[in-house]
């Protein structure tokens, strides 16, 4: 069964940092896209970083870029969000997505995700 856990939310100030992880358990995170969306009240999920299969090749929301940081450590079956420069706007929950399966895809439609997890609050105060 896979299981994909989200820790590292919580509330900062604008301008800090926070460092989220999803642990993913039954399928191992090398090899296949994952990503990362998020969702603000009263708005529409969104992609905000992703890696394809390889791991090497990463995207970014134009929002995020210079700002976010998606990794993943294959010995531990964990993916990553550094983010730091946080601004109010980047203020969601974050979801940890995975696609345990090949062939091509769109990676910031949501759709071409199978595997959630439940989400972490990011709050940043003004």
């Known amino acids: 069964q896979v299981q994909l856990v989200e820790s590292g939310g919580g509330l900062v100030q604008a301008g800090g940092s926070l460092r989220l992880s999803c642990a993913a358990s039954?399928?191992?995170?090398?090899?296949?896209?994952m990503a990362w969306f998020r969702q603000a009240p009263g708005k529409e999920r969104e992609f905000v970083a992703g890696?394809?299969?390889?791991?090497?090749?990463?995207f970014y929301a134009d929002s995020v870029k210079g700002r976010f940081t998606i990794s993943r450590d294959v010995a531990k079956n964990t993916v990553y969000l550094q983010m730091n420069s946080l601004k109010p706007e980047d203020t969601a929950v974050y979801y940890c997505?995975?696609?345990?399966?090949?062939?091509?895809?769109?990676?910031?439609?949501?759709?071409?995700?199978?595997?959630w997890g439940q989400g972490t609050q990011v709050t940043v105060s003004s």
């Open positions: 039954g399928r191992t995170v090398s090899n296949y896209p």
């Open positions: 890696f394809n299969w390889n791991g090497r090749d990463k």
């Open positions: 997505a995975a696609r345990f399966v090949g062939g091509g895809y769109n990676y910031p439609d949501g759709g071409s995700y199978a595997y």
